[in-house]
């Protein structure tokens, strides 16, 4: 499986910015989609954006047009940039392979990274 340590999380006024990072090791990196999920406190953990093998990407309509998923395989590393920050962004965020997450087989997550967004 695809191991992760996530970095970058912060404490921004709403409007700001945070770059995420999460640094993967494990040989199937760059040939599996991977996704960035966050969890409010009381709430379900929920997938934010993804990115395919091929760097397609997908959005929640909540981050539409604010976040942006990139990655960089030489690296084994995936990205989050968060523009226009707003307090209901306040979560910790985690990455994950997203393929294993979408079948049921991921069996850890990260420590993720806490974001929090003041009004």
């Known amino acids: 499986q695809v191991q992760v340590v996530e970095s970058g999380g912060g404490l921004v006024q709403a409007g700001g910015s945070l770059r995420l990072s999460c640094a993967a090791s494990?040989?199937?990196?760059?040939?599996?989609?991977m996704g960035w999920y966050r969890q409010a406190p009381g709430k379900e953990r929920d997938l934010v954006a993804a990115?395919?093998?091929?760097?397609?990407?997908s959005y929640a309509d909540s981050v539409k047009g604010r976040f942006t998923i990139s990655r960089d395989n030489a690296k084994n590393t995936v990205y989050l940039q968060m523009d226009s920050l707003k307090p209901e962004d306040t979560a910790v965020y985690y990455c994950?392979?997203?393929?294993?997450?979408?079948?049921?087989?991921?069996?850890?997550w990260g420590q993720g990274t806490q974001v929090t967004v003041s009004s």
């Open positions: 494990g040989s199937i990196f760059s040939i599996t989609a």
């Open positions: 994950a392979d997203a393929l294993r997450v979408l079948a049921g087989t991921l069996t850890a």
């Open positions: 990115i395919s093998s091929d760097g397609s990407t």
